[in-house]
């Protein structure tokens, strides 16, 4: 997705400068804890960003839990991990009494780089089921491509 044209169509601003996310959440908790779920709005190959704030033993708790892959990680404050959060459902465990943990997360909703792609259609012409299901696959498969391969982290 174009961010300029979203911004300049919108009179939008970016969150802060050179920023690849659109909206942002600030848990306050003081013990915030994620419920496990999907952000089924979120771009579907997209990446949300988690940053981990507070004072805790995150050897004890606090651990990030992503159910498809089974993994459970210890983060603690001040890591940032990436999760792509709208197809593997994920959250985390409480901490120890008396400990606070807070989180910012960094996301974008699918639906603007539709609106986007679609020249900021006001109504998108409706299509065929085999039409939408081609053109989901498609992005699918191009939006993934976007992602490197651990061989390529090396």
């Not at 989180?103 to 089921?129: C, E």
Request: a neutral charge; hydrophobic letters at 40%; proline letters at 5%.
């Amino acid at each position: 997705m174009n961010m300029d044209s979203l911004c300049q169509h919108q009179k939008l601003e970016l969150l802060f400068p050179d920023c690849p996310f659109m909206a942002a959440t600030v848990n306050l908790g003081p013990r915030t804890e994620c419920k496990m779920h999907r952000d089924f709005q979120n771009l579907v190959f997209g990446l949300c960003c988690i940053i981990v704030l507070g004072s805790f033993d995150y050897t004890k708790g606090g651990f990030l839990c992503l159910q498809e892959p089974n993994i459970h990680m210890e983060v603690a404050p001040g890591d940032i991990v990436f999760i792509p959060s709208a197809c593997v459902t994920y959250g985390n465990t409480a901490i120890q009494p008396g400990e606070k943990r807070y989180s910012f997360t960094l996301y974008t909703a699918g639906q603007l780089f539709h609106w986007v792609k679609n020249s900021f259609a006001k109504k998108i012409k409706p299509r065929s089921k085999l039409v939408e299901k081609t053109e989901g696959d498609v992005r699918w498969l191009e939006g993934w491509g976007l992602h490197c391969t651990l061989d390529e982290l090396k």
